[in-house]
Structure formats: C-alpha cells, structure tokens
C-alpha cells in the first residue's frame, strides 16, 4: 500500500495551495481518507476526514471555512484545497486511510503517506 501526497510548497499568507493524496496497493473506495498535519517542534494533529462515499467530512475548527476536502474513487485520489493560508498553517500535511470510519483519532489509522510540506511566509 501506497499513499503519495504531493502539493506542497511555499505561499505567502492569504494564499491557496491544492494537495493531492493518490493511493495504490488498495481498494481505495473500501476506505475512509484523512489529513493531518505536524508544525516544526508540535505534535502532529487532525485536520479533516471524509468518508468512503465523500458524503460525509470532519473538519478541525482550525480550517472549517477555508479548507475543502475531497476525493475522486475512480482516480484512487483525495484532494485538500486550501484557501487563506495563514502562517500558522505551515506544517508537513500527511494522509492517511481508515477502515473503520470517518476519525480524529490517528491510532484508527491504517496506513499513512510521506507527507508533504506547506509553508506560509507572513
């Protein structure tokens, strides 16, 4: 299993940057997707989850309003669109899948990607 999380860079604050989380070694549409994130010297936190069917999301309060996540079974792929980017949301963004459900909890996470890095200069 494989999860390729791709998008990051650099953007200024107020800015918008779109993350790609592609899967392989699975049956992508059998799970539920989410994304986290880890800032320099924090612990790494919940961001937002959706369901199999993407008809249901979570989101922290952090980015309700301003992040949107998504997802494409047909192309194995979640996607993060992130909109006013704030200096705070520099972080490594990581997704993750769940077989059990739309989840917060990291430890209901089975497998993880790489994770890619966002910064947001002020």
């Known amino acids: 299993v494989q999860l390729q999380a791709s998008g990051g860079g650099l953007v200024q604050a107020g800015g918008s940057l779109r993350l790609s989380c592609v899967a392989s070694?699975?049956?992508?549409?059998?799970?539920?997707m989410g994304w986290f994130r880890q800032a320099p010297g924090k612990e790494r936190e919940f961001v937002v989850a959706i369901s199999r069917s993407g008809g249901t999301t979570s989101y922290a309060d952090s980015v309700r309003g301003r992040f949107t996540i998504s997802r494409d079974n047909a192309k194995n792929a979640m996607y993060l669109q992130m909109n006013s980017l704030k200096p705070e949301d520099t972080a490594v963004y990581y997704c993750?899948?769940?077989?059990?459900?739309?989840?917060?909890?990291?430890?209901?996470?089975?497998?993880w990607g790489q994770g890619t890095l966002v910064t947001v200069s002020s």
């Open positions: 070694g699975l049956t992508f549409s059998n799970y539920n």
């Open positions: 993750a899948a769940s077989s059990t459900r739309v989840t917060r909890s990291e430890s209901e996470y089975d497998y």
